[in-house]
């Protein structure tokens, strides 16, 4: 089915590109509806050549320090005893999803102004504080609505495509700018890396971008890293601007992501609004934050093919704002 171009969505307000009308008033998937069977049998599938296959996910406890006050990951191994002997062992975790590797779901981020999230769900109407998991099949939709879970259940599996710009952009092995500092990637940036590794973007195609962050912190030291989490935030990323939202909308991209801790450039510029508010809320496009993308940058070289099958399935936490992707390239 034809989808408009972002030039032909409506407003929400003063906010051009609203894409509430596309997939209908009680949709819950947004972007994540391109993927649909026939794309992952007819073109994703088609990527595994090779049954190479290649983890995304940071460890769940990295970064230890988290950006933006976020609470620290924590683990508690539990040693179980029985009759005096060292017994079974259970683990107990604590994650802020917001903190690591992670989906950005449509429940993290509002059009901030209107307090209101994707497709006309108002802020207010969402449980807020400490709740047990609610049964999906016995509540009112107030608990399921836009909550994570729907891409649990769909899974975010389709065909993965890698700009590796720290490849593209770097001169004598240098990159020109500090991934840990604010700096834009511009449009023609991202077409003429794509042109470069002999891409042509297809609908649903779920863009992975290399910008820097990760390698940089595999080569730090530890105090450096901890440096982070005092520091104003200030990191690469993508250009907030009306032409890179052309960009991503037109292009059809399923979801996006990158390794940075924020897909955009942060802090955006003065009076330019936080692009996650168009991309989550207006569109219901997922954003992957924090994916490590060393490896497989290195099999994309070693192979000299930049597209791949991407398996992702989101953890099944209903209502919720995250979740690690658990998420996998198969070559
Ligand atoms: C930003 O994009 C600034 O952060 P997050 O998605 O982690 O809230």
Same mark, same amino acid.
């Given at each position: 089915?034809?989808?408009?171009?972002?030039?032909?969505?409506?407003?929400?307000?003063?906010?051009?590109?609203?894409?509430?009308?596309?997939?209908?008033?009680?949709?819950?998937?947004?972007?994540?509806?391109?993927?649909?069977?026939?794309?992952?049998?007819?073109?994703?599938?088609?990527?595994?050549?090779? &049954?190479?296959?290649?983890?995304?996910?940071? /460890?769940?406890?990295?970064?230890?320090?988290?950006?933006?006050?976020?609470?620290?990951?924590?683990?508690?191994? %539990?040693?179980?005893?029985?009759?005096?002997?060292?017994?079974?062992?259970?683990?107990?975790?604590?994650?802020?999803?917001?903190?690591?590797?992670?989906?950005d779901?449509?429940?993290?981020?509002?059009?901030?102004?209107?307090?209101?999230?994707?497709?006309?769900?108002?802020?207010?109407?969402? /449980?807020?504080g400490?709740?047990?998991?609610?049964?999906p099949?016995?509540i009112?939709?107030?608990?399921?609505?836009?909550?994570?879970?729907?891409?649990?259940?769909?899974?975010?599996?389709?065909?993965?495509?890698?700009?590796?710009?720290?490849?593209?952009?770097?001169?004598?092995?240098?990159?020109?700018?500090?991934?840990?500092?604010t700096?834009?990637?511009?449009?023609?940036?991202?077409?003429?890396?794509?042109?470069?590794?002999?891409?042509?973007?297809?609908?649903?195609?779920?863009?992975?971008?290399?910008?820097?962050?990760?390698?940089?912190?595999?080569?730090?030291?530890?105090?450096?890293?901890?440096?982070?989490?005092?520091?104003?935030?200030?990191?690469?990323?993508?250009?907030?601007?009306?032409?890179?939202?052309?960009?991503?909308?037109?292009?059809?991209f399923?979801?996006?992501?990158?390794?940075?801790?924020?897909?955009?450039?942060?802090? /955006?510029?003065?009076?330019? /609004?936080?692009?996650?508010?168009?991309?989550?809320?207006l569109? &219901?496009?997922?954003?992957?934050?924090?994916?490590?993308?060393?490896?497989?940058?290195?099999?994309?070289?070693?192979?000299?093919?930049?597209?791949?099958?991407?398996?992702s399935?989101?953890?099944? %936490?209903?209502?919720?704002?995250?979740?690690?992707?658990?998420?996998?390239?198969?070559?």
């Amino acid at each position: 089915a034809k989808i408009p171009a972002y030039d032909e969505l409506p407003h929400f307000r003063n906010f051009p590109g609203c894409a509430w009308s596309v997939w209908g008033a009680e949709d819950q998937l947004g972007t994540v509806n391109l993927l649909t069977e026939t794309l992952v049998k007819q073109s994703a599938a088609r990527e595994i050549r090779t &049954g190479k296959t290649v983890s995304l996910n940071w /460890p769940l406890n990295f970064p230890d320090k988290p950006m933006f006050g976020r609470r620290p990951p924590e683990v508690n191994f %539990i040693q179980k005893q029985k009759e005096g002997l060292n017994y079974s062992r259970d683990d107990e975790i604590h994650i802020n999803t917001q903190s690591g590797t992670q989906w950005d779901g449509l429940r993290h981020f509002p059009m901030l102004e209107h307090e209101m999230f994707y497709n006309n769900t108002p802020a207010s109407t969402l /449980p807020r504080g400490l709740h047990s998991m609610p049964d999906p099949h016995q509540i009112d939709q107030t608990h399921t609505r836009i909550g994570i879970q729907n891409w649990a259940d769909h899974g975010i599996c389709g065909r993965g495509v890698l700009l590796d710009l720290v490849k593209f952009l770097s001169k004598d092995g240098v990159l020109p700018y500090d991934p840990w500092t604010t700096h834009a990637i511009t449009v023609p940036e991202l077409q003429a890396c794509a042109e470069a590794q002999g891409i042509i973007f297809q609908r649903g195609d779920i863009l992975m971008l290399r910008v820097g962050f990760i390698k940089k912190y595999y080569g730090s030291t530890q105090e450096s890293r901890d440096a982070l989490r005092g520091k104003p935030e200030t990191f690469a990323g993508i250009e907030q601007s009306e032409e890179m939202k052309r960009f991503l909308w037109d292009n059809h991209f399923a979801a996006i992501a990158s390794d940075q801790p924020a897909l955009e450039s942060w802090p /955006p510029p003065p009076g330019t /609004p936080h692009m996650h508010q168009t991309i989550l809320a207006l569109w &219901g496009m997922p954003i992957g934050e924090f994916f490590d993308l060393e490896k497989l940058a290195k099999v994309c070289d070693e192979y000299g093919r930049y597209t791949f099958f991407v398996s992702s399935w989101p953890l099944n %936490i209903i209502g919720g704002a995250a979740s690690p992707p658990n998420a996998a390239a198969f070559f």
